[in-house]
């Protein structure tokens, strides 16, 4: 079969065409909160002419969304352009982890998918270190269970603040500067916002290692994955299409049907 893996995020919409587990291709736009369901199926469609793929050989779709206003645009597009209903992430989906929170349905569901790829593809206890919108730390254990984590603002909201909060510092590139002593406003901002960030993700991993023990994994995915990889020892991997991967094997776990005792939010099975 064929299947259309969505990740609705605050920043970019993700996408991947499955068949069976090997990922055939995938696609990453931007996220409009705008756009309607028409107009975003004639993008989607106009991605799958363009990588040679046949949109009518679509046989199965699942999404994960963290943007509400674009769950109901997404699915309308599924039944209009696809003929067929998304398995959308949420509650009464199976995914087979135990999600040990206090109130398990505060957590995102992009952040137990990645869990979920993490587990299956690296074990645990792992942590996976999500570069996006927000900069998010999701603690996986030993057994397989969501921990719980940490959420902090990512890079490009950082960098737009003090943008939009001063009155003469610029929007610049986020990109490697030449030093960590900038010698320019522009460089200064890219040494504070890189370097800085990349003490808080070595920060943050050594008060999780403390909890966890030293053979915690670290795996970092998010469209600026790479950029601080490139810049600490502490990830052991980049995986940009975790969550691709992920939705592809909750996909699979629900392919008899969802089962709500054992499904997200809660403590799942």
Known sequence: MTLLCIDVGNTNVVMGLYAGPQQLTHWRVATDHQKMADEYAMLILDLFDRSGQDAAAVDGIIMASVVPPLTGVFEKLCLRYFRQPPLVVGPGVRTGVRILLDNPSEVGADRIVNAVAAYRRYGGPTCVVDLGTATTFDLVSEEGDYLGGAIAPGIGIAAEALFQRTAKLPRIELVRP?????????????????????????????????????????????GLASLIAAETEVIEAVDPWLTLEGLQQIWEMNRSGPIAETSMPGRNG
């Open 178 to 222: 030449p030093s960590p002593i900038g010698k320019n406003t522009v460089q200064a901002m890219q040494s504070g916002l890189l370097f800085g960030y990349v003490g808080l993700v070595e920060g943050m991993v050594a008060r999780f290692r403390a909890e966890l023990g030293p053979a915690m994994k670290v795996v970092a995915t998010g």
